[in-house]
């Protein structure tokens, strides 16, 4: 199972955006295989440090994906290459 986590915060425009992105690819890939998780910068002082001015921040499986802004086809095209890995 691939894991995708959205780091956020509460009221950013852009972590809500990012978050609709997550919700439209994930439910066009097989249900069950992707696990998402999101987590708020102010519940985490480390993650507070590492991501404060890149959220939202998209992590697959623990690696970068993307910051700032996240393009759909390629959400769509990692999570599909780490399905088949």
Do not use: F, G
């Not at 997550?22 to 507070?48: F, K």
């Not at 939202?56 to 390629?74: F, G, K, N």
């Amino acid at each position: 199972m691939t894991t995708l986590t959205l780091i956020s915060k509460p009221d950013c425009h852009l972590c809500d955006v990012a978050r609709e992105i997550v919700d439209v690819v994930v439910a066009d890939l097989p249900e069950n295989d992707i696990e998402i998780e999101e987590v708020s910068i102010l519940d985490d002082p480390a993650l507070y440090d590492a991501w404060w001015e890149k959220i939202p921040v998209v992590l697959i499986d623990d690696h970068l994906h993307a910051h700032w802004r996240l393009d759909a086809a390629r959400l769509r095209a990692a999570l599909t290459q780490t399905e088949n890995a």
